[in-house]
Each structure stands twice: as C-alpha cells, then as structure tokens.
C-alpha cells in the first residue's frame, strides 16, 4: 500500500518568504497531487503532475520520479497564502492523502 | 456552473439516528467520490463512482451506503450514526481517474 508523508506538519513564515512544502510516497505512481485547504475549509486542486515542473503564478510544483519526491514551493509568500497544503498520489486510481502541512504567514 | 454542492453544511445527530449527505455536480463528471476528514488525519477515502449504477467501497466503508442513480448525484447514507463517524465530509468530483479532483464545501457533522 502506497503511503505519503509530508514534511514539515506545521510552518510558519515571515510574509516575502520563500516557502517549501516536501511530499515523499512509497511506491510508483501516475499522478501527483497538491491541494490547498484554506482556513474556512473548502479544498482546491492546486497541480497534477507526473514528471518535471509546474508553476502557477508564485506556486512552483515539482516531481521527482526516481526518488520518489515531490515539492511544492511557494516565492514571495503573503499572509493570504496561510493555509493547509494537501499532497495526494493517484497509483490506482483513487487518492492516496498525505496529513497536510499548515502554513502560516506572518505580516 | 455550480460545481460540487454538499448539503446540508452543518448537522447533529443523536447516535442511532440516520441521515442522508446530498451531493450534486454539474460538470458531468463521470467520477464521484466521498471522503472523511478527520482531525489531524488525511482525507480518507468511503466511496466512490465510476458512472452511474457503479460503485464501489474506499478505504472506511463502514457504516455508509452509497447510490449513484443519475450522473449529477450521489447521495452518502449514515444508518445507525456512531461517534466515530463525527468528522467532516467531503464530496467530489473528476471527469476520469486520474484526473483533477473537485470539491464540495464539505458537511460538518457532530454524532453525540
């Protein structure tokens, strides 16, 4: 059974910093997930991805095939991107959840 | 278009009491999926849909049952609520396995 461990749980960070959300998982899949949770508690996909890079605006997603590894980066954090983040594997299909880490961001 | 709708928001329930979850989409997503969101835990799986008259069991089954009668509902039913199903649940939506997950605002249920 594949299992997602993310790191750090929580973080807390000085608004302008650059922020790193890390993402490990056990076995090989087909699309890696990241999810934003926002403090009132609706829940956003974020990226997929299954190989390199993706970026969306200050949002950087990136995957590491052969070492099993995923980050999520965050450039010129702001207080609005306080929240808890949500990786997710899809090897069958279904998702597989990590615990989420929670940023919070700091005037 | 709506997305994902969940109702009702919030709920108590006294244990032995039944309920029905409702969720509906409107994007006609072949997929549909219930999860449960415990405190400190990830997202876990209850069940899911692949089309209409399919289902199937998740992770934490349960407790639960599940139809998928059209493509824009499928309905969560709790028989006989316990305690341990005090938690926040989430319904969503994909086009095919694999792709990206929608989701409902959630429903927030208390058993007492």
């Known amino acids: 059974k594949n299992e997602v461990e993310q790191s750090p749980q929580n973080l807390t960070a000085q608004e302008g910093e650059f922020i790193t959300i890390n993402c490990s998982y056990s076995?090989?899949?087909?699309?890696l997930h990241w999810l934003q949770q926002h403090p009132g508690g609706g829940i956003v996909s974020l990226f997929m991805?299954?190989?390199g890079k993706k970026k969306h605006g200050r949002l950087i997603a990136t995957i590491n095939i052969q070492e099993k590894h995923s980050s999520l980066h965050i450039t010129a954090s702001h207080p609005r991107d306080s929240a808890v983040y949500i990786c997710?594997?899809?090897?069958?299909?279904?998702?597989?959840f990590g615990k989420g880490t929670k940023l919070s961001v700091k005037p | 278009n709506a997305g994902v709708t969940q109702t009702p928001k919030f709920r108590i329930l006294k244990i032995g009491q039944s309920m029905t979850l409702q969720c509906a989409q409107d994007?006609?997503?072949?997929?549909m999926y219930w999860y449960r969101q415990d405190p400190g835990m990830g997202l876990k799986l209850i069940y899911y849909?692949?089309?209409?008259?399919?289902?199937d069991k998740g992770e934490v089954p349960n407790g639960y049952n599940v139809s998928r009668s059209t493509t824009e509902d499928f309905p969560l039913r709790l028989e006989l609520a316990a305690p341990s199903q005090t938690s926040v649940y989430f319904c969503?939506?994909?086009?095919?396995?694999?792709?990206?997950?929608?989701f409902g605002p959630g429903t927030r249920l208390t058993v007492l």
């Open positions: 969503a939506s994909s086009l095919q396995a694999y792709n990206e997950q929608f």
């Open positions: 076995v090989g899949i087909s699309a």
């Open positions: 991805l299954s190989s």
């Open positions: 997710a594997e899809g090897s069958q299909g279904n998702l597989i």
């Open positions: 994007m006609n997503h072949n997929y």
């Open positions: 849909s692949v089309g209409a008259g399919i289902t």
